[in-house]
């Protein structure tokens, strides 16, 4: 993974998991990786590891069983609501996108609709 100077590593690598946890990738009820093999994973320190899973925990996407591990959470509709806010921001981050580029709401939208058109042939 590539992290962004401009933003917290823990943050990142919590974005990916969150990703990860809303598409599927990682399941709901599945283990997560041990706190070192995740900083081996992402390359970064234990400690945070440590954090990304501890903020992951106060957000209720994830549970840490003393003696298991950690794992997803397995409420769904917690799991939702993250892909549904997900979705939103990156709706949000592109009308400011268009909106810097001059482009108005209405044009955005018959854009997306073109592609569509495109991608469905």
């Known amino acids: 993974m590539q992290y962004d100077a401009n933003a917290p590593i823990w943050l990142q690598v919590m974005s990916s998991l969150e990703l990860d946890m809303v ?8 283990k997560l990786p041990g706190g070192r093999d995740l900083a081996v994973q992402y390359g970064i320190n234990p400690n945070t590891a440590s954090r990304v899973y501890q ?8 549970e840490t069983r003393r003696g298991l591990g950690t794992f997803v959470t397995t409420d ?9 806010e997900m979705a939103q921001r ?32």
């Open 90 to 121: 990156a709706v949000s981050q592109f009308l400011s996108s268009m909106d810097h580029l001059g482009i108005s709401r209405t044009e955005a939208a018959r854009m997306i609709l073109e592609e569509e058109k495109i991608c469905q042939t």
């Open 55 to 62: 903020e992951l925990e106060r957000k209720g996407l994830c």
């Open 76 to 84: 769904g509709a917690r799991l939702e609501g993250l892909r549904r």
């Open 23 to 30: 598409t599927g990738k990682r399941p709901p009820g599945e």
